[in-house]
């Protein structure tokens, strides 16, 4: 069903939305009924709700066989880090007091339960698509996924000459005495057990075997073999080994071989953490994560209990621990699954970086921007404008400082380059890193060591406050004195996740938003306690309370019959106090439209009356990152980008910025982009109380809409021919 905002004078610019004015008026709407207790959708369900999104998209039909593929591969690396992260620290909730149990509201071995019950039917429903679509299509155009049971004898050599040549010097194989200690498992590696029986020269019969412990060495080597023959044929590199299992233990004569993978805490638990050397800690912290604690014990469902008993008491493991699975683990591998030569009807066509028509052509991005704002769409438009703003900045001779925050970048990041490059050059350059960015700390902390090594400023976290704005500034000497430039985003300065992640950057030299953006860099660099910006919305200082006032105002305005209507697109929607605003209002007739990628806690099934309130979640072939805030305003709307999801941690506990949209092509821009979203009905579905992931469907003789698709075939047609 296509979505058309509410209000009119969609055309007119709006008023300028401060951080001090945003939602002048600050009337709550009156609650006509209590609130439901249940209202709330606990968070760690509805994240699996998200993840059998992703697997919907695998089982889809109408998708090409490799992109169904990547989506298993997607779905079993999401899968993982969950129990990594999430499901580790509620299994250390456990090991409270009953007191403090009952203070957390909720009862952790309960919601364990729950976790593993839903996770179970998950994973029955990836094998069945694995095994009874995915694997019969593959074979139909060619493909086989063999076994060390359906080799032919030419096929086997040649894999036992491979894992002479290529595997074995990997393998550290090790028999498991029950009387010495065991070796260590590390985190998410692959093991295979075999059973190990006497050797023919041993004449005592024995009723049970030994074990031997093999680690599968991928990486560094690929997961995948191809062997000869006829088609394509591949191999789990597991399976190689399994083929070559007797000259791996000589001694013995070889049973079966079974697949274990044990996941570990990956939680640093540093967020209220408030003194000391925050880096330090981390440096430290890093060297734990592969020893953490058990939060996962993964086994093959088919191996005996024996094994599995002799394995739960060798390494000291708990029956919470233990989660069957198949024969086969880390199946995020699937995303490196050997293709053939021709791929043709097998993958989905490309949708290639955009040219930017604003900024293709012109002989300078920072004179381009005195002109007007330019807004980039990622993955759809190229990343290499932003890494191009930053180039021309950092080789100016008349730039004198830039200001960067950084999340996340990339391996070979060309953005951390062009500020070492600017620094060389001697601009001051500050940029500040943030080390508790969960799982790329490391690679931060590198980034960091070299950055300080070429003359870059580098500031670290602030305890107790993560920095997720994702801002750059650029200040520069001109004629008329000093001008600041800025890029504005809501995903990280990344050039590798820009290709698949939908995310929009403002770049902009607005003196309304340029000198805002400096105060906020006032701050971190510890200059002001209190960034005072007037048009930029600021967390943990002001966010918060400007969604309250801009919420009010569109309830204040539906009472009295004035056009009202919200879109609030982002991620994920978590905090509780933002959940009852927004259901307040839609109670009094403010026309809410939500599109929420991932945790959406709002149970709007739980409302007898829940106004004109909706959800639906957009997975499709790009993943789903911007944060877009659009407030109808009493006609003249008001619209946000924002690097903050509306999640209690995102408003209160780190540094974010939502900036406003004043320049009204940009805004036409993102307009359109809503309106596609909202008119969806192919990878759209309804988010509702009972998490069934519901298409939202088309109606009769109503076009079919791809909203990512649309939105990047309206693009190419506003270039230039």
Same mark, same amino acid.
């Given at each position: 069903?296509?979505?058309?905002?509410?209000?009119?004078?969609?055309?007119?610019?709006?008023?300028?939305?401060?951080?001090?004015?945003?939602?002048?008026?600050?009337?709550?709407?009156?609650?006509?009924?209590?609130?439901?207790?249940?209202?709330?959708?606990?968070?760690?369900?509805?994240?699996?709700?998200?993840?059998?999104?992703?697997?919907?998209?695998?089982?889809?039909?109408?998708?090409?066989?490799?992109?169904?593929?990547?989506?298993?591969?997607?779905?079993?690396?999401?899968?993982?880090?969950?129990?990594?992260?999430?499901?580790?620290?509620?299994?250390?909730?456990?090991?409270?007091?009953?007191?403090?149990?009952?203070?957390?509201?909720?009862?952790?071995?309960?919601?364990?339960?729950?976790?593993?019950?839903?996770?179970?039917?998950?994973?029955?429903?990836?094998?069945?698509?694995?095994?009874?679509?995915?694997?019969?299509?593959?074979?139909?155009?060619?493909?086989?996924?063999?076994?060390?049971?359906?080799?032919?004898?030419?096929?086997?050599?040649?894999?036992?000459?491979?894992?002479?040549?290529?595997?074995?010097?990997?393998?550290?194989?090790?028999?498991?005495?029950?009387?010495?200690?065991?070796?260590?498992?590390?985190?998410?590696?692959?093991?295979?057990?075999?059973?190990?029986?006497? #050797?023919?020269?041993?004449?005592?019969?024995?009723?049970? @075997?030994?074990? !031997? *412990?093999?680690? $599968? +060495? /991928?990486?560094?080597?690929?997961?995948?073999?191809?062997?000869?023959?006829?088609?394509?044929?591949?191999?789990?590199?597991?399976?190689?080994?399994?083929?070559?299992?007797?000259?791996?233990?000589?001694?013995?004569?070889?049973?079966?071989?079974?697949?274990?993978?044990?996941?570990?805490?990956?939680?640093?638990?540093?967020?209220?953490?408030?003194?000391?050397?925050?880096?330090?800690?981390?440096?430290?912290?890093?060297?734990?994560?592969?020893?953490?604690?058990?939060?996962?014990?993964?086994?093959?469902?088919?191996?005996?209990?024996?094994?599995?008993?002799?394995?739960?008491?060798?390494?000291?493991?708990?029956?919470?621990?233990?989660?069957?699975?198949?024969?086969?683990?880390?199946?995020?591998?699937?995303?490196?699954?050997?293709?053939?030569?021709?791929?043709? #009807?097998?993958?989905?066509?490309?949708?290639?970086?955009? @040219?930017?028509? !604003? *900024?293709?052509? $012109? +002989? /300078?991005?920072?004179?381009?921007?005195?002109?007007?704002?330019?807004?980039?769409?990622?993955?759809?438009?190229?990343?290499?404008?932003?890494?191009?703003?930053?180039?021309?900045?950092?080789?100016?001779?008349?730039?004198?400082?830039?200001?960067?925050?950084?999340?996340?970048?990339?391996?070979?990041?060309?953005?951390?380059?062009?500020?070492?490059?600017?620094?060389?050059?001697?601009?001051?350059?500050?940029?500040?890193?943030?080390?508790?960015?969960?799982?790329?700390?490391?690679?931060?902390?590198?980034?960091?060591?070299?950055?300080?090594?070429?003359?870059?400023?580098?500031?670290?976290?602030?305890?107790?406050?993560?920095?997720?704005?994702?801002?750059?500034?650029?200040?520069?000497?001109?004629?008329?004195?000093?001008?600041?430039?800025?890029?504005?985003?809501? #995903?990280?300065?990344?050039?590798?996740?820009?290709?698949?992640?939908?995310?929009?950057?403002?770049?902009?030299?607005?003196?309304?938003?340029?000198?805002?953006?400096?105060?906020?860099?006032?701050?971190?660099?510890?200059?002001?306690?209190?960034?005072?910006?007037?048009?930029?919305?600021?967390?943990?200082?002001?966010?918060?309370?400007?969604?309250?006032?801009?919420?009010?105002?569109?309830?204040?305005?539906?009472?009295?019959?004035?056009?009202?209507?919200?879109?609030?697109?982002?991620?994920?929607?978590?905090?509780?106090?933002?959940?009852?605003?927004?259901?307040?209002?839609?109670?009094?007739?403010?026309?809410?439209?939500?599109?929420?990628?991932?945790?959406?806690?709002?149970?709007?099934?739980?409302?007898?009356?829940?106004?004109?309130?909706?959800?639906?979640?957009?997975?499709?072939?790009?993943?789903?990152?911007?944060?877009?805030?659009?407030?109808?305003?009493?006609?003249?709307?008001?619209?946000?980008?924002?690097?903050?999801?509306?999640?209690?941690?995102?408003?209160?506990?780190?540094?974010?910025?939502?900036?406003?949209?004043?320049?009204?092509?940009?805004?036409?821009?993102?307009?359109?982009?809503?309106?596609?979203?909202?008119?969806?009905?192919?990878?759209?579905?309804?988010?509702?109380?009972?998490?069934?992931?519901?298409?939202?469907?088309?109606?009769?003789?109503?076009?079919?809409?791809?909203?990512?698709?649309?939105?990047?075939?309206?693009?190419?047609?506003?270039?230039?021919?």
């Amino acid at each position: 069903m296509t979505e058309t905002f509410p209000g009119g004078k969609e055309n007119q610019d709006p008023a300028p939305p401060t951080a001090d004015t945003a939602g002048s008026e600050d009337v709550s709407a009156e609650t006509p009924e209590p609130r439901p207790p249940d209202r709330f959708i606990n968070r760690e369900l509805s994240w699996l709700a998200f993840n059998g999104r992703v697997l919907q998209e695998a089982k889809d039909p109408r998708l090409p066989l490799f992109d169904r593929l990547n989506f298993l591969a997607i779905f079993s690396s999401n899968l993982d880090e969950f129990f990594r992260v999430r499901v580790a620290s509620l299994r250390s909730l456990l090991r409270l007091k009953k007191k403090k149990l009952k203070s957390l509201g909720f009862r952790p071995a309960r919601l364990l339960r729950d976790i593993h019950y839903t996770v179970t039917g998950q994973q029955e429903d990836f094998g069945r698509i694995f095994r009874g679509e995915i694997l019969p299509d593959l074979e139909a155009n060619g493909i086989f996924l063999l076994n060390d049971r359906s080799l032919t004898p030419e096929q086997t050599r040649y894999l036992r000459q491979a894992f002479r040549d290529v595997v074995q010097p990997y393998l550290d194989p090790r028999v498991l005495d029950p009387d010495r200690e065991p070796p260590f498992l590390g985190a998410g590696k692959i093991h295979l057990v075999a059973e190990l029986w006497p #050797g023919p020269e041993v004449t005592v019969a024995s009723e049970r @075997p030994s074990y !031997g *412990l093999v680690t $599968v +060495p /991928s990486p560094p080597l690929p997961r995948f073999v191809v062997a000869p023959g006829e088609g394509l044929n591949v191999l789990f590199l597991d399976d190689v080994i399994r083929v070559s299992l007797p000259e791996v233990f000589p001694e013995y004569e070889v049973g079966s071989a079974f697949s274990v993978k044990l996941s570990r805490d990956a939680e640093l638990y540093l967020e209220e953490e408030f003194e000391g050397d925050l880096v330090e800690k981390i440096r430290k912290s890093l060297q734990k994560r592969e020893t953490g604690l058990p939060s996962r014990f993964l086994y093959d469902l088919q191996a005996p209990y024996g094994l599995i008993s002799f394995l739960k008491e060798h390494f000291h493991l708990e029956d919470e621990d233990l989660v069957p699975g198949g024969r086969y683990h880390s199946l995020e591998d699937l995303a490196s699954f050997p293709r053939p030569r021709v791929t043709e #009807g097998l993958v989905r066509s490309p949708l290639p970086p955009l @040219p930017h028509p !604003g *900024l293709e052509k $012109v +002989p /300078s991005i920072l004179e381009a921007l005195k002109e007007k704002d330019r807004i980039l769409h990622f993955p759809y438009q190229s990343f290499d404008y932003v890494t191009g703003f930053l180039r021309e900045a950092a080789a100016d001779p008349e730039v004198d400082r830039i200001c960067i925050t950084l999340y996340r970048v990339a391996e070979q990041s060309e953005v951390v380059r062009e500020l070492m490059n600017a620094a060389r050059r001697g601009a001051q350059v500050t940029a500040f890193v943030e080390v508790k960015a969960r799982f790329d700390e490391a690679q931060n902390l590198q980034w960091a060591d070299e950055m300080a090594d070429a003359g870059v400023k580098t500031l670290f976290s602030m305890p107790g406050l993560k920095v997720h704005a994702k801002i750059a500034l650029v200040s520069r000497r001109e004629e008329d004195g000093r001008r600041l430039y800025a890029y504005l985003g809501t #995903g990280n300065f990344n050039e590798i996740t820009a290709r698949f992640y939908c995310d929009h950057g403002l770049l902009t030299a607005d003196p309304r938003l340029t000198h805002d953006v400096e105060e906020v860099f006032r701050f971190l660099l510890q200059e002001t306690d209190d960034p005072k910006c007037k048009h930029l919305l600021v967390a943990p200082f002001a966010l918060r309370e400007s969604l309250h006032r801009m919420i009010s105002a569109e309830a204040a305005g539906a009472e009295k019959r004035d056009p009202a209507g919200m879109v609030l697109k982002m991620n994920s929607l978590e905090d509780e106090k933002i959940m009852d605003e927004i259901m307040d209002a839609g109670a009094v007739g403010v026309h809410t439209n939500l599109v929420i990628r991932g945790i959406c806690r709002l149970r709007l099934g739980a409302y007898a009356a829940q106004g004109g309130v909706r959800a639906r979640s957009i997975v499709d072939r790009f993943l789903e990152h911007a944060r877009i805030f659009r407030f109808v305003n009493g006609g003249c709307p008001r619209l946000f980008l924002s690097s903050a999801d509306l999640m209690k941690r995102n408003l209160d506990h780190r540094i974010e910025v939502a900036v406003p949209i004043y320049d009204p092509e940009v805004r036409e821009e993102l307009e359109h982009l809503l309106h596609l979203q909202l008119s969806d009905n192919t990878k759209a579905r309804v988010l509702e109380g009972s998490q069934e992931n519901h298409y939202v469907g088309r109606r009769a003789g109503e076009p079919r809409v791809e909203a990512q698709e649309a939105f990047y075939r309206w693009l190419e047609d506003r270039l230039e021919p």
